[in-house]
């Protein structure tokens, strides 16, 4: 089974910085998808950003990029010129690709809360 | 384009009782799956559903039960209602053999 950590409760970073949060995860497959979800206080869960296992490019999405370590199995997300707007819970999230064992299925972190300071 | 939809937006049961909840889905799109988010928790993975039948399931036990009808639109039913159930449970679409999940904003269910 697939697992998911991020090792940071909390994150707290002023507007217009750049923070970094940390996500590593555990696989035996080679096939896959990494993901970060953003989830504010709204409740509803926006896609941030996602990462293909086979194209070895890091993402990136705006102000948002990710640093993908595969033999690491390391994802972090890294976003620029913070926003108070940005504020929200974040998980780093895990899907099998195509003929695996959880495709379509998310296996998600515990989750960083992220505060934006004016 | 109509985005995933969920109701009620809250519920509060009392233990032992049973509740459903309702997802329709993002247009267009044919899979649906169910996710239950403990208070300051990731979401788990409950089970999905396609063409009206369960596609994979996570650990949860029996008594957590779903439904797909023929508009794609699912109900998540859950009986003998525990206190540990007390959860925001999110619904997700998604077009079949695609990694994008399209999320709705969820019903937060209370077990007193």
């Known amino acids: 089974a697939q697992t998911v950590t991020q090792s940071q409760p909390e994150m707290s970073v002023q507007e217009a910085e750049t923070v970094t949060l940390s996500c590593t995860y555990d696989?035996?497959?080679?096939?896959?998808?990494l993901f970060w979800y953003k989830q504010p206080p709204s409740r509803q869960m926006i896609l941030v950003i996602r990462?293909?296992?086979?194209?070895?490019q890091n993402a990136t999405e705006n102000r948002f990029s990710v640093n993908f370590q595969k033999a690491a199995k390391s994802f972090s997300l890294k976003i620029s010129d913070s926003q108070l707007g940005d504020t929200a819970m974040y998980f780093c999230?895990?899907?099998?690709?195509?003929?695996?064992?959880?495709?379509?299925?998310?296996?998600f972190g515990q989750g960083t809360i992220l505060t934006v300071h004016p | 384009e109509t985005g995933v939809t969920q109701s009620p937006t809250h519920l509060i049961k009392t233990r032992g009782q049973q509740v459903t909840l309702r997802c329709s889905s993002q247009?267009?799109?044919?899979?649906v799956s169910w996710y239950q988010q403990a208070l300051g928790q990731g979401p788990q993975f409950i089970f999905q559903?396609?063409?009206?039948?369960?596609?994979g399931r996570g650990n949860f036990p029996p008594r957590f039960s779903g439904l797909q009808f023929p508009n794609y639109s699912s109900e998540l039913n859950v009986n003998a209602l525990e206190l540990d159930d007390s959860a925001l449970y999110l619904c997700?679409?998604?077009?079949?053999?695609?990694?994008?999940?399209?999320f709705g904003p969820g019903t937060r269910l209370t077990v007193t």
């Open positions: 997700a679409s998604s077009l079949r053999d695609t990694y994008e999940q399209y």
């Open positions: 696989t035996s497959e080679s096939n896959y998808y």
């Open positions: 990462q293909e296992a086979y194209k070895q």
């Open positions: 999230a895990f899907m099998s690709g195509a003929g695996g064992t959880s495709y379509g299925k998310l296996t």
């Open positions: 247009s267009g799109h044919n899979t």
């Open positions: 559903y396609y063409r009206e039948e369960e596609n």
